[in-house]
T-cell receptor, first 113, second 115 residues
Framework: DQQVKQNSPSLSVQEGRISILNCDYT??????FLWYKKYPAEGPTFLIS?????DKNEDGRFTVFLNKSAKHLSLHIVPSQPGDSAVYFC????????????FGEGTQLTVNP | EAGVAQSPRYKIIEKRQSVAFWCNPI?????LYWYQQILGQGPKLLIQ????????DSQLPKDRFSAERLKGVDSTLKIQPAKLEDSAVYLC?????????????FGPGTRLTVL
């Protein structure tokens, strides 16, 4: 039962353009969502999060949008930089699951100079 | 501030052998997590400790996997005996509080290959 899905395994964009990474979930009990970035041979690092009571959270070049009715969230990176090339994981937490995170499969973002 | 440390970084074993991984969390972090990440998938939580007590081990295959966190600091994860499908990266993470509003900090992981 894949409760968090990232349907695009990979995304390629030009430097300076916008990157949009998408994530869908099925569990309506999820109340907190996070994005992690992972470079090769390193562990995931926290990027940005959003509570289910909000529909947008912004941090510098990174903005996360949450559409609860569609059970969909997206991460926007503007402008994209070559150093943003990494695997991005969407994760969600449920009210009844303590602090357990459920991760999506990840999307490999490549930003071309 | 030192990050989460894990060792070894890589391990190759034959099926049915035993293996153990070690994790040292960030100093002061009471909550420790072990995740399994199979190639092409996201990390899956195996077990969560709060200090030296188990909070969540519902997804741990207890017939072959075990974990302990003595003295509420370092932790070890053991697989005995290993199966081919255990090939994965094992990630350790820690957080200051139990709730996820304080984000989890991950170590570099141990890549296990079972032949």
């Amino acid at each position: 039962d894949q409760q968090v899905k990232q349907n695009s395994p990979s995304l390629s964009v030009q430097e300076g353009r916008i990157s949009i990474l998408n994530c869908d979930y099925t569990n309506s009990m999820f109340d907190y969502f996070l994005w992690y970035k992972k470079y090769p041979a390193e562990g995931p690092t926290f990027l940005i999060s959003i509570s289910s009571i909000k529909d947008k959270n912004e941090d510098g070049r990174f903005t996360v949008f949450l559409n609860k009715s569609a059970k969909h969230l997206s991460l926007h990176i503007v402008p994209s930089q070559p150093g943003d090339s990494a695997v991005y994981f969407c994760a969600a937490r449920g009210e009844t699951s303590g602090s357990r995170l459920t991760f999506g499969e990840g999307t490999q973002l490549t930003v071309n100079p | 501030e030192a990050g989460v440390a894990q060792s070894p970084r890589y391990k190759i074993i034959e099926k049915r052998q035993s293996v153990a991984f070690w994790c040292n969390p960030i100093s002061g972090h009471a909550t420790l997590y072990w995740y399994q990440q199979i190639l092409g998938q996201g990390p899956k939580l195996l077990i969560q400790f709060q200090n030296n007590g188990v909070v969540d081990d519902s997804q741990l295959p207890k017939d072959r996997f075990s974990a302990e966190r003595l003295k509420g600091v370092d932790s070890t994860l053991k697989i005995q005996p290993a199966k081919l499908e255990d090939s994965a990266v094992y990630l350790c993470a820690s957080s200051f509080y139990r709730t996820v509003y304080n984000e989890q900090f991950f170590g570099p992981g141990t890549r296990l290959t079972v032949l």
